[in-house]
C-alpha cells in the first residue's frame, strides 16, 4: 500500500510514536529539549520586552506630547571663522518674529530653565529646585496636570507679576499637608504668591522632582534681566507635520540669521524616533544572538537521534522487514525529531510568557513602573516554527540513517 494516504497514515503514527516515547524517556527528552527551550524563551522574551519598553517610550513621550519643536541657540554649529554677526541669543522679539513669519506654527512659547535654586517658606527650606519661566503658552505645550487652583495666564505674563505654579514634591518639603494655594514663598530675595499646584512632572519614570513655573516676564524683568530666552518650544497647526513645521521655522531663522547655522531644531518626535531606532535594533540584535541556541538544541536533538536509532536498530529491521518502507522509517524519525522541537518550543514559550508578565508585574510592585506588556504571539509563533524546523533538519540524517539500514543487518543487532 502506498501513495498519500499512506503516507498520513504513517505521520499519524508517527505522531503517536514520538510522543510515546517522551513518556518513556522524561528525563532525556527534557534534556534534549533543553536548548531549544532555552533558544525560544530568550528570543520571544526579547521580543516582548523591547516591544513594551517601546510602547512605554512612545506613551511617556506622549504625556509632553511628541510634536513639540524645539528651538536653541547652538553657535556651535556655524563654521569656523564664520562670525556672529549681532545675533547673540534667542530674545523675545524671536517668539514674535516666529509667529508672523512660520504659517506651520500654531503655538510658540518661550522659556528659561534655572536649576538649582533654594526656595524658602516661613523657616523651612526646600534646595535644588527647578525653577522654569514660561508664558501662557507654557502649560499647553509642556502638557503638566494643574491639581489645585489655575495655570500661568497671559495676564500674569504681561503684567509681571509675581505668582507661581509649585510641583507635589515642592508641597510636601515646604507645607507639609497645609494647602498652599495663597501662601507666598521666596526665591533668590523674590517673593512669590503660589497660585497654583500641578502633578508631580515624570519622565521615563522618574519625577522632575521639586520644580516651579514663574511667569517668563517676571524671570526677565525681575530676576535675570535683559531679553534673552533659553528656548522657544512651538507646536504645529492641525493639518501640518512635525517636519513640516521644523523646516519652515529652520527656513524662516537662516533667512534672519544670514544663513549663518546658529540656532539648532529639535524636536520631541525626533527624540523619540532615535530611542525607538535604538531599541529595535538592541532587540533584533540580542534576538539573533539568542537564536544561536536554537542551533545547539538543534545539535542535541541530532545527537539523540543518532542515539535513538542506535537502540532501535533491530526495531527497525523488523518494521522493514515486514513491509515498512523506507519513506515510512525516515518520516518517524523526522517526525519524532519536530515532536521534541515543537513541545521544547511549547515550553519555551510559556516560560517567556511567565517571565515577561511576572517581571513586569514585579516592576510594578517594586518600583511602580508600569511597563506595557503584549505578548509577541507573531514572534513567538516564527520562533516556534523556526525551532521545528531546526529539529527537523537536525533529525534529517539520523533518519536518513535508519531508513538506510539493511533489514537483515539490522534483525542481527543486539
Known amino acids: 500500500m502506498s501513495g498519500p494516504r499512506h503516507l498520513w497514515q504513517v505521520f499519524v503514527q508517527s505522531v503517536g510514536i514520538a510522543f510515546a516515547m517522551l513518556r518513556l524517556h522524561k528525563l532525556r527528552a527534557f534534556l534534549t529539549m533543553l536548548g531549544v527551550i532555552i533558544g525560544v524563551m530568550s528570543v520571544t522574551l526579547i521580543v516582548m520586552i523591547s516591544t513594551g519598553f517601546r510602547l512605554y517610550i512612545n506613551n511617556e513621550f506622549s504625556k509632553f506630547g511628541a510634536d513639540t519643536l524645539f528651538l536653541v541657540y547652538a553657535p556651535e554649529g556655524r563654521m569656523r571663522g564664520q562670525s556672529l554677526g549681532d545675533i547673540e541669543g534667542l530674545t523675545l522679539d524671536d517668539i514674535q518674529y516666529i509667529r508672523d513669519r512660520c504659517e506651520t506654527i500654531g503655538?510658540?512659547?518661550?522659556?528659561?530653565?534655572?536649576?538649582?535654586?533654594?526656595?524658602?517658606?516661613?523657616?523651612?527650606?526646600?534646595?535644588?529646585?527647578t525653577v522654569m519661566a514660561g508664558d501662557e503658552g507654557f502649560q499647553e505645550l509642556n502638557r503638566y496636570e494643574i491639581l489645585e487652583g489655575r495655570a500661568i495666564t497671559e495676564a500674569d505674563h504681561k503684567g509681571r507679576t509675581n505668582v507661581c505654579v509649585?510641583?507635589?514634591?515642592?508641597?510636601?518639603?515646604?507645607?507639609?499637608?497645609?494647602?498652599?494655594?495663597?501662601?507666598?514663598?521666596?526665591?533668590?530675595?523674590?517673593?512669590?504668591?503660589?497660585v497654583g499646584l500641578m502633578k508631580n512632572m515624570e519622565f521615563l519614570g522618574q519625577s522632575v522632582g521639586?520644580?516651579?513655573?514663574?511667569?517668563?516676564?517676571t524671570a526677565l524683568n525681575k530676576w535675570i534681566g535683559g531679553d534673552q530666552i533659553g528656548m522657544i518650544t512651538m507646536k504645529p497647526k492641525p493639518g501640518y507635520t512635525v517636519s513640516q513645521a521644523m523646516d519652515d521655522v529652520w527656513r524662516v531663522?537662516?533667512?534672519?540669521?544670514g544663513n549663518r547655522p546658529v540656532y539648532r531644531v529639535d524636536s520631541r518626535q525626533?527624540?523619540?524616533?532615535?530611542?525607538?531606532?535604538?531599541?529595535?535594533?538592541?532587540?533584533?540584535?540580542l534576538a539573533a544572538i539568542a537564536a544561536l541556541s536554537l542551533l545547539v538544541g538543534g545539535i542535541?536533538?541530532?545527537?539523540?537521534?543518532?542515539?535513538?536509532?542506535?537502540?532501535?536498530?533491530?526495531?527497525?529491521?523488523?518494521?522493514?522487514?515486514?513491509?515498512?518502507?523506507?519513506?515510512?522509517?525516515?518520516?518517524?524519525?523526522l517526525v519524532e525529531a519536530a515532536v521534541l522541537s515543537l513541545v521544547g518550543g511549547l515550553i519555551g514559550m510559556l516560560c517567556a510568557m511567565a517571565l515577561g508578565y511576572g517581571g513586569a508585574l514585579l516592576l510594578k510592585l517594586a518600583a511602580d513602573l508600569t511597563i506595557p506588556v503584549a505578548?509577541?504571539?507573531?514572534?513567538?509563533?516564527?520562533?516556534?516554527?523556526?525551532?521545528?524546523?531546526?529539529?527537523?533538519?537536525?533529525?534529517?540524517?539520523p533518519a536518513w540513517s535508519a531508513s538506510r539500514l539493511d533489514p537483515i543487518v539490522a534483525l542481527r543487532s543486539e
Not at 253 to 257: A, F, H, P, R, V
Not at 273 to 278: P, T, V, Y
Not at 302 to 324: F, K, P
Open 166 to 194: 509649585i510641583s507635589e514634591d515642592l508641597r510636601d518639603r515646604l507645607f507639609r499637608k497645609e494647602n498652599p494655594i495663597g501662601k507666598r514663598i521666596t526665591v533668590s530675595g523674590l517673593s512669590f504668591e503660589v
Open 210 to 217: 521639586r520644580a516651579m513655573i514663574i511667569p517668563l516676564s
Open 107 to 129: 503655538v510658540a512659547s518661550g522659556a528659561i530653565q534655572l536649576n538649582g535654586q533654594t526656595v524658602r517658606y516661613g523657616d523651612q527650606e526646600a534646595r535644588s529646585v
Open 253 to 257: 531663522m537662516m533667512k534672519k540669521s
Open 375 to 397: 505578548f509577541p504571539w507573531l514572534a513567538g509563533l516564527g520562533a516556534l516554527l523556526f525551532s521545528a524546523a531546526v529539529g527537523m533538519v537536525f533529525g534529517l540524517f
Open 300 to 333: 542535541g536533538i541530532m545527537n539523540i537521534m543518532l542515539v535513538s536509532v542506535t537502540e532501535r536498530t533491530r526495531e527497525i529491521g523488523l518494521r522493514m522487514a515486514v513491509g515498512a518502507q523506507r519513506a515510512a522509517i525516515l518520516i518517524q524519525f
Open 270 to 285: 525626533s527624540f523619540l524616533e532615535l530611542f525607538q531606532a535604538i531599541v529595535g535594533a538592541a532587540g533584533i540584535l
